[in-house]
T-cell receptor, first 113, second 115 residues
Framework: GDSVTQMEGPVTLSEEAFLTINCTYTATGYPSLFWYVQYPGEGLQLLLKATKADDKGSNKGFEATYRKETTSFHLEKGSVQVSDSAVYFCALSLSGGYNKLIFGAGTRLAVHP | GAGVSQSPSNKVTEKGKDVELRCDPI?????LYWYRQRLGQGLEFLIYFQGNSAPDKSGLPSDRFSAERTGESVSTLTIQRTQQEDSAVYLCASSYAPGPNQPQHFGDGTRLSIL
């Protein structure tokens, strides 16, 4: 079935380090791909998205590129800040559908000064 | 309010009791979704409402779960004869319309604990 797999956390980094959180997916058709973020004490928020192959989503210094050949949508940031500490969820929605989201398990990121 | 509002924020109840969770979507949003997040896991889709169309109930885990929504307003998720495995955070989301170009806005969730 359709699914999303993302790297297990927690990921612990020092401030200004480079971040990669891996995400791969299995889906029929051509899904849209998303990264959501949940900051401590806050609700889930959309971080970025890509709706077709080779699209790059970006927001707040984060980027992810939709790679159809490797069925991946890895999240990257060149220089993380303490304020980026949160749980990050990779998700997909299926083409032709109504945007029902299928989520990965989430990756907790902790950034230390 | 400006965002999706859910109540209660926390609910503790005994096994076997019924519970009702409420979601107030953003005004004007036609699509409404319920998800469940068990501890340490991702969100699982439960049910989807779009306007006055028949809901997609394909994610409901058992017949103890049901949900209603009248038009484009409030939705309630009801769990009957609760079991310990129902313990989770129940999240509601709404979007202006269905489709991947319409972001889903999430509420803060209801944390349900079954004793």
């Amino acid at each position: 079935g359709d699914s999303v797999t993302q790297m297990e956390g927690p990921v612990t980094l020092s401030e200004e380090a480079f971040l990669t959180i891996n995400c791969t997916y299995t889906a029929t058709g051509y899904p849209s791909l998303f990264w959501y973020v949940q900051y401590p004490g806050e609700g889930l928020q959309l971080l970025l998205k890509a709706t077709k192959a080779d699209d790059k989503g970006s927001n707040k210094g984060f980027e992810a590129t939709y790679r159809k050949e490797t069925t991946s949508f890895h999240l990257e940031k060149g220089s993380v800040q303490v304020s980026d500490s949160a749980v990050y969820f990779c998700a997909l929605s299926l083409s032709g559908g109504y945007n029902k989201l299928i989520f990965g398990a989430g990756t907790r990121l902790a950034v230390h000064p | 309010g400006a965002g999706v509002s859910q109540s209660p924020s926390n609910k503790v109840t005994e096994k076997g009791k019924d519970v009702e969770l409420r979601c107030d979507p953003i005004s004007g949003h036609t699509a409404l979704y319920w998800y469940r997040q068990r501890l340490g896991q991702g969100l699982e889709f439960l049910i989807y409402f779009q306007g006055n169309s028949a809901p997609d109930k394909s994610g409901l885990p058992s017949d103890r779960f049901s949900a209603e929504r009248t038009g484009e307003s409030v939705s309630t998720l009801t769990i009957q004869r609760t079991q310990q495995e129902d313990s989770a955070v129940y999240l509601c989301a709404s979007s202006y319309a269905p489709g991947p170009n319409q972001p889903q806005h999430f509420g803060d969730g209801t944390r349900l604990s079954i004793l």
